[in-house]
């Protein structure tokens, strides 16, 4: 923060003296351009797998990483949606954070389940309250923040929201939501955000729908970083400087109808609930049941191997919270844990171990206060928020499991 301060104004300083020396006076508006301290844009493309950046497709996002920086990413436990996102902005893993999944039952709240399509669960902070996310951390700090979109946003997590927020909507255009971001940027100094998210839905929903193959799927790509390529023009047209950081929550994996393992086939309803399908299956045992189900589910099965949630490999860093199932199967790569009958099911799906290729995410920084050019090794998403606390000039909350080293190549030396 101290750096960006004394570029601010350094850059205004210099406009003075060059103005003084040419014996004229500067127009007022010359100096609010060079005045605007940059602002930290974060940005998540859901379901970017790293790969789909090479298709010819994305010119713009390319363009961004040849002026920074890029590397390959790694989520957190599991590689769906909300846990990572939750993850980028805490820089904690799902297990500490308390978003251990896009599906939650929580044995303080029994009666009800977390979802994505439940507002009344997923806007209620006590799902969310386990964590700080950085727009908290920024507000209480006095740095004012706008979330056009990320999961957890909505909710007043420790009481407070971004000052700028939306509610959810996928029917918001890719356009309004670059257009918002732009007019923030347009408002008076006092009331402009300096820490900005932005996110876009596409690429996963289609990915999902037709696959990571599809020629839809690298569409959406396209569609997306025309976006992008608009938000880089407004900014410069708006003489905005601005530091952005543009990842991916998870990748996604080819998935088929012929590739499905029936856990509803082994978990009758009077022994225990499925909580989650998909690559990641989550069970409880009813009462009583428990060594039914770990009968069922312990032995060794074809693209499928399950644990106790206390026994799962501790890489994944998962199974302490008391959200987490009881019972934890993850199906190999290219097939999928399935409850009930389906005519046919997604042709792409994420939620597998992170190890995995197809899981990978996507880093790109790119801005005046990023090194170009800096050679990163894959690291874990949990690193990316010590970063965003650097760019946006705030103390990290104590305690994360990110590693602010990490990412500190990417910060260009102050000057
Ligand atoms: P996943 O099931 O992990 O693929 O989740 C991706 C879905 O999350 C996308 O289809 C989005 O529409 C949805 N999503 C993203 N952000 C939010 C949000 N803030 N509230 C509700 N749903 C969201
Ligand atoms: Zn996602
Ligand atoms: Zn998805």
Redesign the pocket.
């Given at each position: 923060m101290m750096q960006n301060h004394l570029r601010t104004l350094f850059a205004a300083l210099s406009v003075l003296i060059l103005s003084a020396c040419a014996g004229t006076q500067p127009p007022a508006t010359t100096i609010a351009a060079e005045a605007r301290a940059p602002v930290t844009i974060l940005i998540s493309i859901?379901?970017l797998r790293p790969d789909y950046l090479d298709r010819g497709v994305s010119p713009n996002i390319n363009a961004l990483a040849a002026s920074g920086v890029k590397a390959l990413m790694r989520p957190s436990f599991p590689s769906?949606?909300f846990p990572n996102h939750h993850s980028v902005v805490t820089g904690l893993r799902p297990d500490r954070h308390g978003i251990v999944d896009?599906t939650m039952v929580d044995p303080r709240r029994p009666e009800v389940r977390f979802t994505?399509g439940d507002a009344r669960q997923?806007l209620d902070p006590f799902w969310w309250d386990e964590a700080e996310p950085i727009w908290v951390t920024a507000e209480k700090a006095g740095v004012r923040t706008g979330t056009m979109?990320?999961?957890g946003s909505?909710v007043a997590i420790h009481g407070t929201r971004p000052q700028d927020w939306l509610r959810?909507d996928?029917a918001v255009s890719g356009t309004q939501r670059i257009n918002t971001v732009l007019d923030w940027m347009r408002r008076p100094p006092a009331i402009r955000p300096r820490f900005v998210t932005l996110?876009f839905?596409t690429v996963?929903?289609v990915g999902?729908e037709l696959g990571p193959d599809a020629p839809e799927t690298t569409t959406a790509l396209a569609e997306v970083d025309r976006l992008i390529g608009d938000l880089v023009a407004g900014l410069n047209a708006i003489g905005q400087p601005a530091n952005v950081v543009l990842v991916s929550d998870h990748g996604m994996g080819a998935t088929a109808d012929d590739r499905v393992i029936r856990i509803d086939r082994m978990i009758a309803p009077d022994v225990g609930t499925v909580v989650t399908e998909g690559p990641l299956s989550g069970v409880n045992a009813l009462p009583g049941k428990d060594s039914d189900v770990a009968a069922a589910l312990l032995a060794p099965h074809d693209h499928m191997q399950c644990w106790r949630k206390g026994a799962f490999p501790a890489r994944f860093a998962y199974g302490k919270n008391p959200r987490v199932p009881e019972f934890l199967c993850l199906a190999a790569r290219g097939w999928a844990i399935q409850a009930r009958d389906r005519e046919s099911i997604l042709k792409g799906m994420?939620g597998y171990d992170p190890a995995e290729p197809d899981m990978a995410a996507v880093f790109i920084a790119a801005g005046p206060d990023i090194a170009s050019g800096a050679a990163l090794p894959v690291f874990d998403n949990v690193d990316v928020y010590p970063l965003l606390t650097r760019l946006v000039g705030i103390a990290p909350v104590p305690a994360i499991d990110g590693r602010a080293e990490t990412l500190a190549p990417v910060l260009r030396p102050a000057n």
């Open positions: 859901d379901g769906l949606t896009n994505l997923s979109f990320w999961p909505e959810y996928k996110y839905d996963d929903t999902h994420h």
